[in-house]
């Protein structure tokens, strides 16, 4: 049934992969998310989707690339735990501390190299 949905030739199906850090995941129009659920419905019958040959799939980004779906059963396994309350906060302060003490270090340097050349110079 999703395969009979006409394509509007005015705005051509498009499904675009972003790398995890750009903000957005998948961006795409109506069309790329019909394709892209065809394609998962499929692998989820297990049907190996590739999207090497599909001109409404693209990578944003070289070094992260999404070559296309597959079945796996056991995929609940490569979840990563949910993260507590206490490991959520311990991980926002490293985050703020570890660029603080680095910037520290590099002012303390600094200031001593410029003590040093003041003085001996």
Avoid at 6 to 22: E, G, L, N, R, Y
Avoid at 34 to 43: D, E, G, T, Y
Wanted: net charge neutral; hydrophobic share 45%; proline share 7%.
């Amino acid at each position: 049934m999703l395969d009979a949905i006409p394509s509007d030739p005015t705005q051509p199906p498009a499904t675009i992969v972003m790398p995890p850090d750009s903000g957005k995941f998948i961006i795409g129009n109506t069309g790329g998310f019909i394709r892209l659920a065809i394609a998962s419905l499929k692998a989820a019958q297990g049907q190996k989707q590739d999207f090497k040959s599909e001109p409404w799939f693209r990578d944003a980004d070289i070094d992260w690339t999404v070559k296309g779906l597959e079945s796996d059963e056991s995929a609940h396994v490569y979840l990563s735990p949910k993260l507590t309350r206490i490991q959520r906060i311990f991980r926002s302060i490293v985050g703020f501390l570890v660029p603080l003490l680095f910037a520290i270090c590099l002012m303390v340097g600094v200031v001593t190299v410029v003590y040093w050349l003041y003085r001996h110079l």
